[in-house]
């Protein structure tokens, strides 16, 4: 953990390993488009995590208009409290860097008004593979953007998302020897043959045969912490 001031720190975690460290307390960040598709990186995570609770209410507005590059959506039930960050209009497309400064103005103003109690903000890495963008670039940005914020009672955790926590390492280690009660033969049996070829654990889904369900049972049982009880 990078710490750059009392209220700014740098992960190197993910933002939901971060979320888990800290038993669920705090507003994580999702990055999206403004066509409710979530098909990659951290935002496919939020959709499989998410599923009933979240992604139906942003798909939702998506399809009202309510959601745009300009506009800072706040996602609130029971504990789960999720901030959309549109970062493009069209999924197929690529961002631009003013339109995460742009966003980043709002927010920047937005949290010098909550009135939060010593309240944990998570960041993700803003996934630049599609945009012509370099993470350096909006990280120097993000950050600067951060540090003229004066709300002290607000921190920020910066994830950069390159390396795996000691859950996410447990299941990583094990997987292809737990007793799954609830994934099929040939999904365990494809898990075996690929093992070599997974890193980290959204890696699975490069897999033949593993669905968002399958995915979505693994990702239960991490959060539970069942699985580390080998």
């Given at each position: 953990m990078k710490i750059i001031n009392n209220n700014i720190l740098v992960s190197e975690y993910s933002i939901f390993e971060e979320y888990l460290k800290r038993n669920k307390k705090g507003i994580l960040i999702n990055t999206v488009n403004c066509e409710w598709f979530m098909g990659k990186w951290i935002a496919f995570e939020f959709k499989i995590r998410f599923w009933n609770e979240y992604f139906e209410d942003y798909k939702?507005?998506?399809?009202?208009?309510?959601?745009?590059?300009?506009?800072?959506?706040?996602?609130?039930?029971?504990?789960?409290?999720?901030?959309?960050?549109?970062?493009?209009n069209l999924y197929k497309f690529s961002s631009k860097?003013?339109?995460?400064?742009?966003?980043?103005?709002?927010?920047?103003?937005?949290c010098e008004d909550w009135l939060f109690d010593d309240e944990i903000i998570y960041i993700p890495k803003l996934w630049s593979s599609n945009w012509w963008l370099k993470w350096e670039e909006i990280y120097i940005l993000l950050k600067n953007k951060l540090l003229?914020?004066?709300n002290n009672k607000i921190k920020f955790i910066i994830c950069e998302d390159y390396e795996a926590w000691d859950i996410e390492k447990?299941?990583?280690?094990?997987?292809?020897?737990?007793?799954?009660?609830?994934?099929?033969?040939?999904?365990?049996?494809?898990?075996?043959e690929n093992f070599y070829k997974i890193k980290r654990l959204r890696d699975l889904l490069k897999i033949k045969w593993i669905w968002e369900k399958n995915y979505k049972n693994i990702l239960e049982l991490w959060e539970k912490k069942e699985i580390s009880l080998f």
């Open positions: 939702k507005k998506c399809e009202l208009w309510k959601i745009n590059i300009w506009v800072i959506d706040f996602y609130k039930k029971n504990n789960l409290q999720i901030i959309n960050f549109p970062t493009k860097i003013e339109w995460i400064e742009n966003w980043l103005n709002d927010f920047i103003l937005k003229n914020i004066k447990n299941i990583l280690e094990k997987l292809n020897k737990y007793k799954w009660n609830n994934i099929s033969k040939k999904v365990l049996e494809n898990i075996e």
